[in-house]
Nanobody
Framework: VQLQASGGGLVQPGGSLRLSCAAS????????IGWFRQAPGKEREWVSCISRSEDSAGYAASVKGRFTISRDSAKNTVYLQMNSLKPEDSAVYYCAANTCSSHAEMYNYWGQGTLVTVSS
């Protein structure tokens, strides 16, 4: 079971990025998917998650209203659309699979991370 996070990069404050979380060998539709991030010198932080059935999604207060999580079942991919980016959003972003929870220990599978840098 492998998750592949991608889409990170350098963006100016106020800009947008879309992160992707893709899977090989299993269907993401059977799992809740979460996004976490970790900035240098800081603890890992929950960002967002979407439930298996898509009937619920959650966002950390720091990103609510700016980030949107979604699925594309045909592409077996979960996206994190990030708008109005701020320098404090800079971090390595990880996707994880199992459930929709803000607790990292609830996830069984993790991707390798993609770096987001918000800077002018």
């Amino acid at each position: 079971v492998q998750l592949q996070a991608s889409g990170g990069g350098l963006v100016q404050p106020g800009g947008s990025l879309r992160l992707s979380c893709a899977a090989s060998e299993f269907a993401l539709d059977f799992y809740g998917i979460g996004w976490f991030r970790q900035a240098p010198g800081k603890e890992r932080e929950w960002v967002s998650c979407i439930s298996r059935s898509e009937d619920s999604a959650g966002y950390a207060a720091s990103v609510k209203g700016r980030f949107t999580i979604s699925r594309d079942s045909a592409k077996n991919t979960v996206y994190l659309q990030m708008n109005s980016l701020k320098p404090e959003d800079s971090a390595v972003y990880y996707c994880a699979a199992n459930t929709c929870s803000s607790h990292a220990e609830m996830y069984n599978y993790w991707g390798q991370g993609t770096l987001v840098t918000v800077s002018s």
